[in-house]
């Protein structure tokens, strides 16, 4: 069975994910089933914490599947270099049915492991690099509301919180 994808309000959300220690068959598997969801989501990106494992894992594929060598599993990932600056519309599978503008750097540089424990690095521009720091946003207990004014935030929470009680969300 493939885990749901958790929404805001759930507590794994809010905290850091636990860093990978063990770089075994149930990592690979767990890497395997958020590339499922992902897909299935039809999203560019997905960490652990959004199906409620507080791991330092995300999966990436801007590409949608058209591009293999363009798919990354990447865990325990840290930007060496954040440069440049882009905005654009941003989503998240985990507040489905809002997006925002959000400021992120147009250019990083990531340092991680792939699922084996083997050191990897990315340099990804754009939209993957956008998702790189939306995903390691949430591996550090983030959400996309935190970019966003106290404002808005604000009336988003609302309209959730009104979702919510109306068992829509």
């Given at each position: 069975?493939?885990r749901?994808?958790?929404?805001?309000?759930?507590?794994?959300?809010?905290?850091?994910?636990?860093e990978?220690?063990?770089?075994d068959?149930?990592?690979?598997?767990?890497?395997?089933?958020m590339?499922?969801?992902?897909?299935?989501?039809?999203?560019?990106?997905?960490?652990?914490p959004?199906?409620?494992?507080?791991?330092?894992?995300?999966?990436?594929?801007?590409?949608a599947?058209q591009?293999?060598?363009?798919?990354?599993?990447?865990?325990n990932?840290?930007?060496e270099?954040?440069?440049g600056?882009?905005?654009?519309?941003?989503g998240?599978?985990?507040?489905?049915?809002?997006s925002?503008?959000?400021r992120?750097?147009?250019?990083?540089?990531?340092?991680?492991?792939?699922?084996?424990?083997?050191?990897?690095?990315?340099?990804?521009?754009?939209?993957?690099?956008?998702?790189?720091?939306?995903?390691?946003?949430?591996?550090?207990?983030?959400?996309?509301?935190?970019?966003?004014?106290?404002?808005?935030?604000?009336?988003?929470?609302?309209?959730?919180?009104?979702?919510?009680r109306?068992?829509?969300?």
């Amino acid at each position: 069975m493939v885990r749901p994808i958790v929404k805001y309000g759930d507590p794994v959300l809010g905290r850091p994910a636990v860093e990978i220690t063990e770089f075994d068959a149930s990592l690979k598997s767990l890497a395997d089933e958020m590339l499922e969801v992902m897909y299935a989501a039809r999203g560019v990106g997905l960490a652990a914490p959004q199906i409620g494992v507080s791991k330092r894992i995300f999966v990436m594929d801007a590409t949608a599947g058209q591009d293999q060598a363009r798919r990354f599993v990447v865990a325990n990932p840290v930007i060496e270099l954040a440069e440049g600056e882009q905005e654009g519309g941003e989503g998240c599978l985990s507040v489905p049915g809002f997006s925002f503008e959000i400021r992120r750097a147009e250019h990083v540089v990531l340092r991680g492991q792939d699922v084996g424990g083997s050191q990897i690095i990315l340099d990804v521009a754009g939209l993957e690099a956008r998702c790189v720091a939306h995903e390691i946003d949430h591996l550090n207990g983030k959400l996309l509301l935190a970019h966003v004014s106290p404002l808005k935030r604000d009336l988003t929470i609302r309209k959730i919180k009104k979702r919510i009680r109306a068992h829509d969300w």
